[in-house]
């Protein structure tokens, strides 16, 4: 039987529906508002207090900060945006050290996929698809030539640290 406590609950609940927002709004006009990875990274404190397990939040804090760094140099060399870089500086905090390379791997992997998507037919059939159901803003999304990276982001996020926090009371 799970021991369900409402503190993990809603912080599960924020976490993932930050993330939704984030990818929501990255596939909307190619922007995570700062708002979302600030809200991420301001309730990573209350999971560390109301976890029942040991949280390296040390460690989590050094790979949020490295993660930073690269991205805000990958942000100058202009290969990632701005709103991107922050996103998984957010998400690597709560992923800490045990899940970063799950992060990066998973982000990457999601990533190839919405540009093996973008470089196809494959992105016409499902914009119409998408239109066709009245998601314009999806379809949108997929007629641009730029990739919303915060999805690969959000969907990696979620797989590696939406996932875990699902396990309340453990």
Request: glycine share 12%; hydrophobic share 60%; with cysteine.
């Amino acid at each position: 039987m799970v021991d369900l406590h409402i503190t993990d609950l809603a912080i599960a609940t924020l976490f993932i529906g930050l993330l939704c927002v984030a990818a929501g709004s990255d596939i909307a006009d190619l922007r995570i508002p700062n708002r979302i990875s600030v809200a991420l990274a301001a309730l990573y404190p209350f999971h560390v207090v109301a976890s029942t397990g040991d949280v390296d939040w040390q460690g989590a804090l050094m790979v949020a900060l490295l993660s930073f760094a690269v991205g805000a140099l990958g942000f100058m060399g202009g290969f990632v945006g701005g709103g991107d870089v922050k996103l998984f500086a957010a998400v690597a905090l709560w992923c800490g050290p045990a899940g970063i390379f799950d992060l990066i791997i998973l982000t990457g992997v999601i990533g190839g996929l919405l540009g093996l998507v973008m470089v196809t037919r494959l992105r016409f059939v499902l914009a119409w698809s998408f239109q066709a159901v009245g998601a314009t803003v999806v379809r949108n999304a997929f007629l641009r030539h730029v990739i919303p990276y915060g999805v690969a982001i959000a969907v990696a996020g979620f797989i590696v640290a939406g996932r875990p926090l699902m396990t309340f009371g453990r």
